[in-house]
Every structure is written in structure tokens, then in C-alpha cells.
């Protein structure tokens, strides 16, 4: 998975409008305080706008990094270790989860 991470860059290009908007809201909160209560007025203001672009963020960069998954050649269920996966036996020749099969000790 090493050849299709993401960068910093790419985040920040996609980032670039909510990353606006956050600033916008902040601006907004603490210009609509009033004397006196600035904190009072603009916590959950701002707050309630790092929530907002906090998930904007997390989710955007799961979507980078999806996309950048879907150009490689990444498959999910190919044995990391480059091996052959074997192939699951019938239920039958396993032992119950917690039992031993017969004969063993």
C-alpha cells in the first residue's frame, strides 16, 4: 500500500473550500460576540464548525485515499506475504473453537 498513499498535498487540495469555510465560520462567530462574552458566544460556534470540517476532513481523505487504492492493483483478499491462500477445508476436519479433535492431547 506503500505506492498509493497520500500526501499532504493532495489532502490540502481537497481540503482547500472546507478549510475556507472553517475560517469563515470562526471569523463570524467571534465577530458576532459580543463585549464581554467573547468566549461565552463564540465556543460552540466554533466548536460546532471544527466538528463540521473534522468530518468533512476524515472523510475526504478516506475518498483519496479509495481512489488512489482503486488505480493500483490493490486487492483486498490477495495474501499480503505474497503467498497462496489456502483454501478453507469442510467443516469436519477442524476441531470445534475451544475442543481438541480426537487423539490429541
Request: hydrophobic share 35%.
Amino acid at each position: 500500500m506503500e505506492d498509493q498513499r497520500i500526501t499532504p498535498e493532495q489532502l490540502d487540495a481537497v481540503l482547500e473550500q472546507d478549510y475556507r469555510a472553517l475560517k469563515q465560520n470562526i471569523c463570524d462567530a467571534m465577530n458576532a460576540a459580543k463585549a464581554g462574552r467573547i468566549i461565552a458566544d463564540t465556543e460552540e460556534p466554533v466548536r460546532d464548525a471544527h466538528a463540521v470540517f473534522r468530518q468533512q476532513a476524515y472523510q475526504k481523505a478516506i475518498d483519496l485515499l479509495s481512489q488512489r487504492l482503486a488505480q493500483g492493483d490493490f486487492s483486498p483478499s490477495a495474501d499480503s506475504a505474497g503467498g497462496e491462500v489456502e483454501e478453507q477445508g469442510s467443516p469436519e476436519n477442524h476441531a470445534h473453537h475451544r475442543q481438541r479433535r480426537a487423539g490429541c492431547r
